[in-house]
């Protein structure tokens, strides 16, 4: 009997010692995972966007496109409304 409970008691040693090896190997990955994501928040995060020339003449292009689209919609506009004012 008392061998008995003895091997039962290092099983269950055994089975902690895995669970706890688990445990150490997972918290590694997380201490990992949690650095890498911590880079990339103060990367992304500090300071002012780094935005290239390319991108920042792009950018210029496609604003000017836009502003123009509505100038030339609010033109329009302007024009119907002289045109039905005069109908009145």
Avoid at 1 to 17: D, G, Q, T
Avoid at 52 to 67: I, P, Q
Wanted: net charge neutral; glycine share 2%; charged share 30%.
């Amino acid at each position: 009997m008392f061998l008995h409970r003895f091997n039962e008691l290092a099983e269950n040693h055994e089975e902690i010692i895995k669970f706890k090896d688990a445990y150490k190997a997972r918290n590694a990955e997380l201490e990992a995972e949690n650095k890498q994501l911590k880079a990339d928040n103060k990367r992304l995060f500090s300071g002012n966007p780094k935005i290239s020339a390319h991108d920042m003449t792009s950018l210029n292009v496609f604003f000017k496109e836009v502003a123009s689209f509505y100038e030339t919609r609010f033109n329009h506009c302007v024009v119907l409304i002289l045109m039905l004012r005069l109908e009145v």
